[in-house]
């Protein structure tokens, strides 16, 4: 027998989603029980093994900021200027920080009319008044503006603003700053040094959206937890990102399994204080290589999403599911999580991603279309869609910063004629699908009503407890609703195309 038939008949099985169902097994778990928390990297955790894509019809900043107060992590796309994408950043870190610290205020010699101004300006409803020192010794707010409707405005701020303010310390809990605010019946709460010095201001508005995103995921400042993507040889990227706070970096390469991209990494880790993720791949044999670079995640996938041609153009790739299992049986001995990246069309499909060994998902198709996800809306047919494309699309490759280029390593150049590039993606429209927090509710309901089937607790529980059936085409079809014309579409179910 020749070497090349050879490469045949000893060429292992792979298998994906639809080649499995998940075995029922006793239990006394009810979903409303199940526990969701999960490590996204070795020093994070997320509430939600949810995790969006780097993609430019996906995460930026609206995404990131919805995903995280759902208790899961956006991903923001590097298609971007570094300015551009540390301004997302930014805006993640600072959408609901409790205390901000940025703080507006005003003197107690300027006028009640420049107060008003100012508040008309930065549409706020109240004003810190602090001296020459920052020390508090008001506050004036659109309440105390009133009763002079109008007239006397130009008299002094200190004459018409509250002497006796409420103020908090830095490390007031939530609880405490609510109920300050509810019983002197204040909007606004200045943070104060043991000095009396202005730290920042609380509103009441943040308080609130604090206690409503319980599930949140914060870092230690209490501020929301993001990623951001960055090429495996940017440097300059990683640590712009780094110093405006991204939590997690995550290496953004259609094949981190390379010398280059290893020894880039290892040395870009030592110089950001975020944590990294690398990827993707999709064999064991690369998840041993790519831990020599002292990573704290892994993302598993190549070919899978709904928009990548990478298996038909280049003819190479791993089932999604064989890929996630190999790597998880060598990222367990090293304590580092790994993300499944691709390949998921349902609920379902999460769950089976957990049961092989994965900590989280990454999904780009379930959230493209949402309300959160960048792009116009279009109307098609009386129908609403938003663009959704891969990053190894030519459009991608061409717009923005062209990160697609690099990413599937064809970047010779800015001039480069679209005609050169080979692209591994393509481009199209998705359906509009509403708030990204109902698509997230949808997908969580069902894996915990498989944990509940399986009868885990936990998703560690779930790696331990769930076993895998082999099945059919034939199974997978009789699993799917059949001998009906479907009237009424369900939230978490769409016919396979």
């Known amino acids: 027998m020749s070497k090349y038939t050879d490469k045949l008949t000893k060429a292992e099985d792979t298998y994906t989603f639809d080649d499995f169902l998940i075995k029922p097994g006793l239990s006394s778990i009810e979903p409303k029980?199940?526990?969701?928390?999960?490590?996204?990297?070795?020093?994070?955790?997320?509430?939600?093994?949810?995790?969006?894509?780097?993609?430019?019809?996906?995460?930026?900043?609206?995404?990131?900021?919805?995903?995280?107060?759902?208790?899961?992590?956006?991903?923001?796309?590097?298609?971007?200027?570094?300015?551009?994408?540390?301004?997302?950043?930014?805006?993640?870190?600072?959408?609901?920080?409790?205390?901000?610290?940025?703080?507006?205020?005003?003197?107690?010699?300027?006028?009640?009319?420049?107060?008003?101004?100012?508040?008309?300006?930065?549409?706020i409803s109240g004003l810190p008044v602090v001296d020459d020192n920052d020390i508090v010794v008001g506050i004036i707010s659109r309440r105390d503006i009133k009763p002079l409707r109008g007239k006397r405005l130009n008299r002094k701020v200190s004459e018409a603003m509250t002497h006796n303010v409420v103020t908090i310390s830095e490390d007031t809990d939530t609880e405490t700053a609510l109920d300050l605010a509810y019983e002197n019946k204040v909007e606004r709460l200045p943070?104060?040094?043991?000095?009396?010095?202005?730290?920042?201001?609380?509103?009441?508005?943040?308080?609130?959206?604090?206690?409503?995103?319980?599930?949140?995921?914060?870092?230690?400042?209490?501020?929301?937890?993001?990623?951001?993507?960055?090429?495996?040889?940017?440097?300059?990227?990683?640590?712009?990102?780094?110093?405006?706070?991204?939590?997690?970096?995550?290496?953004?390469?259609?094949?981190?399994?390379?010398?280059?991209?290893?020894?880039?990494?290892?040395?870009?880790?030592?110089?950001?204080?975020?944590?990294?993720?690398?990827?993707?791949?999709?064999?064991?044999?690369?998840?041993?290589?790519?831990?020599?670079?002292?990573?704290?995640?892994?993302?598993?996938?190549?070919?899978?999403?709904?928009?990548?041609?990478?298996?038909?153009?280049?003819?190479?790739?791993?089932?999604?599911?064989?890929?996630?299992?190999?790597?998880?049986?060598?990222?367990?001995?090293?304590?580092?999580?790994?993300?499944?990246?691709?390949?998921?069309?349902?609920?379902?499909?999460?769950?089976?991603?957990?049961?092989?060994?994965?900590?989280?998902?990454?999904?780009?198709?379930?959230?493209?279309g949402t309300t959160e996800s960048p792009g116009e809306m279009t109307i098609r047919n009386g129908r609403k869609f938003k663009q959704y494309r891969g990053m190894g699309s030519l459009g991608a490759m061409t717009g923005g910063v062209g990160a697609g280029k690099d990413r599937y390593f064809q970047n010779s150049g800015s001039n480069m004629n679209s005609t050169k590039l080979v692209p591994e993606g393509i481009e199209g429209v998705v359906p509009y699908k509403g708030e990204a927090s109902q698509i997230v509710y949808q997908l969580m309901g069902g894996l915990k009503s498989s944990m509940g089937y399986v009868g885990a607790k936990s998703i560690d529980e779930m790696h331990e407890k769930a076993e895998l059936v082999h099945i059919t085409p034939n199974g997978m079809s009789e699993s799917h609703p059949h001998d009906i014309t479907i009237t009424n579409e369900s939230p978490n179910y769409h016919p396979r195309q």
Do not use: W
Request: proline residues 2%; charged residues 25%; glycine residues 8%.
């Open 191 to 368: 943070v104060v040094s043991d000095n009396n010095e202005i730290v920042g201001i609380v509103t009441m508005k943040d308080i609130l959206e604090r206690k409503k995103y319980s599930n949140a995921v914060r870092d230690k400042n209490g501020r929301y937890l993001v990623a951001a993507a960055c090429g495996p040889f940017d440097m300059e990227r990683a640590m712009a990102l780094s110093d405006a706070g991204a939590d997690i970096i995550a290496i953004d390469s259609a094949h981190g399994h390379k010398t280059d991209i290893i020894e880039s990494v290892r040395e870009m880790n030592k110089n950001v204080e975020s944590d990294v993720l690398l990827g993707n791949i999709a064999t064991a044999k690369a998840a041993e290589d790519i831990l020599k670079a002292e990573i704290n995640g892994i993302k598993v996938g190549i070919g899978p999403g709904s928009i990548c041609t990478t298996r038909i153009v280049a003819g190479v790739g791993v089932p999604q599911l064989s890929a996630v299992s190999s790597v998880a049986d060598v990222a367990e001995d090293y304590g580092v999580p790994v993300i499944a990246d691709g390949g998921l069309r349902y609920s379902g499909d999460i769950a089976k991603a957990l049961a092989v060994g994965a900590n989280a998902v990454m999904i780009g198709s379930l959230l493209a």
């Open 33 to 123: 029980d199940v526990t969701l928390n999960t490590k996204v990297s070795t020093n994070y955790d997320l509430n939600l093994p949810v995790v969006s894509s780097a993609m430019d019809t996906v995460t930026e900043s609206s995404m990131a900021i919805s995903l995280a107060r759902e208790g899961g992590l956006g991903v923001i796309h590097r298609n971007l200027t570094i300015e551009q994408e540390v301004k997302e950043v930014k805006k993640v870190k600072y959408a609901n920080e409790l205390t901000v610290r940025e703080v507006i205020t005003i003197s107690p010699d300027e006028t009640v009319e420049d107060a008003q101004e100012i508040m008309d300006i930065e549409e």
